[in-house]
T-cell receptor
Framework: DAMVIQNPRYQVTQFGKPVTLSCSQT?????MYWYQQKSSQAPKLLFH???????NEADTPDNFQSRRPNTSFCFLDIRSPGLGDAAMYLC??????????????FGDGTRLSIL | RKEVEQDPGPFNVPEGATVAFNCTYS??????FFWYRQDCRKEPKLLMS???SGNEDGRFTAQLNRASQYISLLIRDSKLSDSATYLC?????????FGAGTTVTVRA
C-alpha cells in the first residue's frame, strides 16, 4: 500500500494560473519535504516542514509556497507558474530529520506541465 | 561547485558484467551517505546506506572514502532489472543533497 500519496500524478496548468499539488502520508512522520526535479537533474529541495515548523531553502522562489494543515497532509502552491516551473514535484517524508537511520520515503511525484 | 557530483554516464554493460561508478561531495563534514535508485519517470527509492567501513547488499557494494570525499557503488553480475539512474545522496545537517544521477543500462 502506498504510504506517501501525491495527487494528481499529472497536472497541466496555464501560464500564470495558480496550481496546488497535494501530498498525504500514512506513516505519521514528523518531516515532510517538497522537491523539484527537472529532466536529468538532481531533485532540488524547495522546503520542508518539521511538524509545524516551516523551513524554506534560501534559493526557493517566492512563487512557491507550502501549507501543512495537519500531520498527514502537505500542499505545494505555485502562485503564478512560469514555463520554467514545469518539472516533476516530489513529496517525501521521514520520521525525523533525514539521516542514516531516517530514510526518506518518496511519493510517486506529480508531473507538472505549463501551457 | 555542486555539492554532489556524479558522472552522468550512461554506462552500457552486458548482463553479468560488473559496473562501478563514483560520486564526489564537497562538504568534508557531511555525515551520512546513501545510494538511491530512480527508474525513468518514477520517484527515487533508497538502495542502500553507505557506511565508513564499506558495506554490501547482495550484488551491490558501497564504499566511502572520506579523505578524497567520494563514495562508490559497484554492481556485480548485472541484471536487466538493474537498468536505472543511481543517485548519490549526502546528508548534511537536516537535509539530503542529491547528485544528478548516473545512468546504467544493462543489455541482454
Amino acid at each position: 500500500d502506498a504510504m506517501v500519496i501525491q495527487n494528481p500524478r499529472y497536472q497541466v496548468t496555464q501560464f500564470g494560473k495558480p496550481v496546488t499539488l497535494s501530498c498525504s502520508q500514512t506513516l505519521n512522520h514528523n518531516v515532510m519535504y517538497w522537491y523539484q526535479q527537472k529532466s536529468s537533474q538532481a531533485p532540488k529541495l524547495l522546503f520542508h516542514y518539521y511538524d509545524k515548523d516551516f523551513n524554506n531553502e534560501a534559493d526557493t522562489p517566492d512563487n512557491f509556497q507550502s501549507r501543512r494543515p495537519n500531520t498527514s497532509f502537505c500542499f505545494l502552491d505555485i502562485r503564478s507558474p512560469g514555463l520554467g516551473d514545469a518539472a516533476m514535484y516530489l513529496c517525501a517524508t521521514s520520521r525525523d530529520n533525514a539521516g542514516r537511520d531516517q530514510p526518506q520515503h518518496f511519493g510517486d511525484g506529480t508531473r507538472l506541465s505549463i501551457l | 561547485r555542486k555539492e554532489v557530483e556524479q558522472d552522468p554516464g550512461p554506462f552500457n554493460v552486458p548482463e553479468g558484467a560488473t559496473v562501478a561508478f563514483n560520486c564526489t561531495y564537497s562538504n568534508s563534514a557531511s555525515q551520512s551517505f546513501f545510494w538511491y535508485r530512480q527508474d525513468c519517470r518514477k520517484e527515487p527509492k533508497l538502495l542502500m546506506s553507505v557506511y565508513s567501513s564499506g558495506n554490501e547488499d547482495g550484488r551491490f557494494t558501497a564504499q566511502l572514502n572520506r579523505a578524497s570525499q567520494y563514495i562508490s557503488l559497484l554492481i556485480r553480475d548485472s541484471k536487466l532489472s538493474d537498468s536505472a539512474t543511481y543517485l548519490c545522496v549526502v546528508y548534511d545537517d537536516y537535509k539530503l543533497s542529491f547528485g544528478a544521477g548516473t545512468t546504467v543500462t544493462v543489455r541482454a
